[in-house]
């Protein structure tokens, strides 16, 4: 049977919109670090390079390249944990400098890819589809633990709103924001949904 991440793992990327705690096992991913305004053009090279690695996986078995316990499923979505840079961060006044921000992108890769494959998949991958980009690339085991996180529903500048829910949340039970480093899961597809309509996975570490 396939696995589609949208049926056999709500809990981790179909949450409510209410905070909820989570704890996040261990998993893999394709990951691009970089700085800058995701709304400039070159942003979207980032995300181009990693999907390009992840369905390279996700067609292994038709190239006849398919690791030992390869399975179908459907290409989870695109993440980000976001910070700001060593200059954004000294000069923050409490106003978001969008061209300040310092992000790592990725995409979550099933059990089955192992460092050798993936190391395989990103050679592959830089004869056939050269980008510069792809030198930047890393595959990483990432283990977030205990979170918060909520279902965000509308524009990304509104997000500010629901983190404050969050935070609320953790003093209500007792919960301790780690940073203000935090994560963001997207579930809609920014060229074809609406700002009002946008789902967005947002997550962070608690102790």
Same mark, same amino acid.
């Given at each position: ?19 909820? *705690?989570? @704890? =996040?096992? #261990? ?6 670090? +970089? ?6 053009? %070159? /942003? ?36 980000? *944990?976001? @910070? =700001?840079? #060593? ?6 006044? +409490? ?6 921000? %310092? /992000? ?49 529903? +509308? ?7 629901? /983190? ?44």
């Amino acid at each position: 049977m396939k696995h589609e991440w949208k049926k056999q793992e709500k809990e981790l990327y179909l949450p409510k919109g209410e905070p909820t *705690v989570v @704890s =996040l096992p #261990k998993m893999s991913f394709f990951t691009v670090e +970089g700085e800058g305004n995701p709304n400039d053009e %070159a /942003f979207g090279e980032y995300i181009q390079v990693l999907y390009s690695l992840s369905y390279a996986v996700r067609m292994s078995r038709k190239a006849g390249i398919e690791p030992a316990g390869y399975f179908e499923y459907t290409v989870y979505p695109l993440e980000g *944990v976001w @910070s =700001l840079t #060593k200059k954004g961060i000294a000069e923050y006044d +409490g106003s978001l400098d969008k061209d300040e921000l %310092a /992000f790592e992108l990725m995409i979550r890769q099933p059990d089955f890819v192992r460092p050798d494959f993936a190391g395989e998949i990103l050679e592959r991958t830089k004869k056939k589809k050269p980008h510069p980009l792809l030198d930047k690339v890393e595959f990483k085991s990432i283990e977030e633990g205990r979170c918060v996180q909520m279902m965000h529903l +509308g524009p990304y500048d509104d997000e500010p709103a629901s /983190f404050g829910r969050m935070e609320a949340f953790c003093r209500d039970e007792g919960l301790t924001r780690k940073s203000k480093v935090h994560r963001e899961i997207y579930i809609s597809d920014v060229r074809r949904t609406a700002p009002e309509k946008l789902k967005t996975v947002l997550r962070f570490k608690v102790e």
